[in-house]
């Protein structure tokens, strides 16, 4: 989704970066990228645009194959960085998909034209 995202708005106008978390990791490397800043729950993506807008974008999927729903709705520590995102006065946004991303945000659709 991230190269959907960096198609769909020019690179002048906004970054689409992803936030590294890893994958699977041991618990020392956990460790250490907490240690490096690293916050529990933090978005997979930060888009800074023009105008000093910034969006936090959490991307979930639509459902797994076993149909399990522990993908798909955000954890308690992600609905904790939202509230504190949003408390600073930035977009945070839940999106499963690209036209849902471009129906929730006016401003990336402010950015791509």
Not at 36 to 60: H, N, Q, S, W
């Amino acid at each position: 989704m991230v190269a959907a995202f960096r198609a769909a708005i020019p690179k002048h106008k906004a970054l689409v970066q992803a936030i590294g978390k890893g994958g699977v990791r041991s618990k020392v490397d956990a460790a250490i990228m907490v240690e490096e800043g690293l916050m529990a729950g933090t978005a997979d993506l930060l888009i800074p645009a023009r105008g000093g807008v910034a969006y936090f974008v959490e991307v979930k999927l639509e459902a797994d194959k076993l149909g399990s729903i522990r993908r798909t709705i955000p954890s308690d520590k992600q609905v904790e960085f939202e509230k504190k995102v949003a408390g600073l006065g930035f977009a945070y946004h839940v999106v499963r998909n690209m036209d849902q991303w471009l129906n929730v945000l006016p401003g990336p659709r402010q950015i791509i034209t």
